[in-house]
């Protein structure tokens, strides 16, 4: 075997270094170490005089100073070798509709301070949801990740805040940030202005639809067609304002509903602008807590614009879209509709939704959990010592976790550890 040169051989080094403060606790693992491997059949011993010489013969690029060396083939070798070990991800990013060998979204560390290479796609799904209690670390590993996006060429994301969160990291890469419904009368919208297409205005009858519904009309047939008639005329005059709107509506009830939302109501400001005050960029942040705190009257039909203008805004290029607070958001059905369109089809046009929340009651009384365990590709967990009380444990099983997974999670360690 030797000599037709497919074998080698060489000097083996089987060395398990242990290391303690406390020397019973050591001499007392060193025994249980010695006994596991007598069981699998190997000869070990507990070193004494040899101890510091069999430490440096462990250290890669130290072959002499360790005498328990036994000479030893190849075919042997193969054998001793481990035949598995801690999965490192993959060294590059699986999304066929990145550029090719684009690197991982980032490097981590795994336990014995393994590298780990985390990529949030699966193929070209890279949908994620992340699950922790407040005070976990929930928002910086999102900034964290929304940063590390940025390596890719091209890529456009969409944070939408609560608190404050991304604002430093916003300002720090020349973002755009915006505190929706906020101080800054600058900020305001022009949501009629695209009608160009059959598209735009269909999307402009639901808006104005919705508006209405929110203050308790329920729109007929008939005054459904008054909305599609108006928003017509309004597209062949080139108005674009929701005051434009109330002019050319004949209904008084709509018209009064929606007066509310322009100049002579509270929230002209945001919703009836000649020019629209939004500038997207490669970096945008929507700040939402004040416009949530208004109620849901306006708090959807702003949200929905903001979401039109960023589906207005995807061609094909890499993007994301954030949402930290989801709870804020699967608690409304028109927004559950939302986020459920979005998980089924902003694969297609390369854009990802990275959504945050703070307990698994969130996403499990919002209707739409199987579709957030068949539709994200990745799911984070964050350290919550309640894990394994009976109801939390529940809804980890429903998002498919084990009882080992289980109790990871209520022994990691907040703000540093994620599973």
């Known amino acids: 075997e030797t000599n037709s040169g497919m074998v080698g051989q060489g000097y083996y080094t089987s060395v398990v270094v242990l290391m303690m403060e406390d020397r019973a606790a050591l001499e007392e693992a060193g025994r249980r170490v010695e006994k596991a491997i007598n069981h699998l059949g190997f000869a070990a011993r507990v070193e004494t005089i040899n101890t510091m010489d069999a430490y440096l013969g462990s250290l890669p690029g130290h072959?002499?100073?360790?005498?328990?060396?036994?000479l030893i083939n190849t075919m042997n070798l193969a054998d001793l070798l481990p035949v598995n070990t801690i999965w490192t991800g993959k060294p590059a990013a699986p999304c066929p509709m990145y550029p090719p060998n684009s690197p991982p979204l980032m490097h981590c560390v795994t336990q014995g301070a393994t590298p780990f290479r985390l990529n949030l796609h699966v193929r070209d799904l890279g949908h994620t949801f992340m699950f922790g209690p407040t005070g976990a670390g929930k928002s910086t590993h999102l900034a964290l990740i929304a940063a590390q996006l940025r390596r890719y060429p091209g890529m456009s994301i969409y944070c939408f805040d609560k608190g404050l969160s991304m604002y430093p990291l916003t300002k720090a890469v020349g973002g755009q940030h915006f505190t929706v419904a906020g101080d800054d009368e600058s900020l305001s919208f022009c949501p009629l202005q695209f009608l160009q297409s059959k598209s735009d205005r269909a999307w402009a009858l639901e808006w104005i639809w919705l508006m209405v519904e929110l203050n308790g009309v329920t729109v007929t047939p008939l005054q459904r067609n008054e909305i599609s008639q108006a928003i017509a005329n309004m597209h062949q005059s080139g108005s674009k304002t929701l005051s434009d709107f109330l002019v050319t509506i004949q209904d008084g009830s709509i018209r009064e509903c929606l007066r509310q939302y322009t100049i002579d109501g509270m929230m002209g400001h945001l919703l009836d602008a000649e020019a629209d005050g939004l500038n997207l960029s490669t970096f945008t942040t929507f700040e939402i807590e004040e416009l949530m705190?208004?109620?849901?009257?306006?708090?959807l039909p702003t949200l929905l614009y903001l979401f039109r203008r960023i589906e207005r805004s995807l061609k094909g290029q890499p993007s994301a879209i954030i949402l930290d607070e989801a709870w804020l958001m699967l608690g409304h059905p028109v927004f559950r509709a939302k986020i459920r369109e979005w998980l089924?089809?902003?694969r297609k046009n390369n854009c990802l939704v990275l959504m945050a929340t703070q307990?698994?009651?969130?996403a499990a009384n919002s209707g739409i959990l199987d579709v957030i365990?068949?539709?994200?590709a990745?799911?984070?967990?964050?350290p919550n010592v309640f894990a394994r009380d009976e109801e939390a444990s529940a809804l980890y099983r429903r998002m498919g976790l084990n009882s080992r997974q289980i109790e990871i999670l209520a022994s990691a360690i907040p703000k540093k550890q994620y599973y």
């Open 344 to 346: 089924k089809v902003m």
């Open 293 to 299: 705190n208004l109620g849901d009257k306006y708090a």
């Open 373 to 376: 365990v068949e539709s994200t």
């Open 359 to 362: 307990s698994l009651s969130d």
């Open 378 to 382: 990745t799911k984070i967990f964050l």
């Open 63 to 70: 072959g002499v100073e360790n005498v328990r060396r036994p």
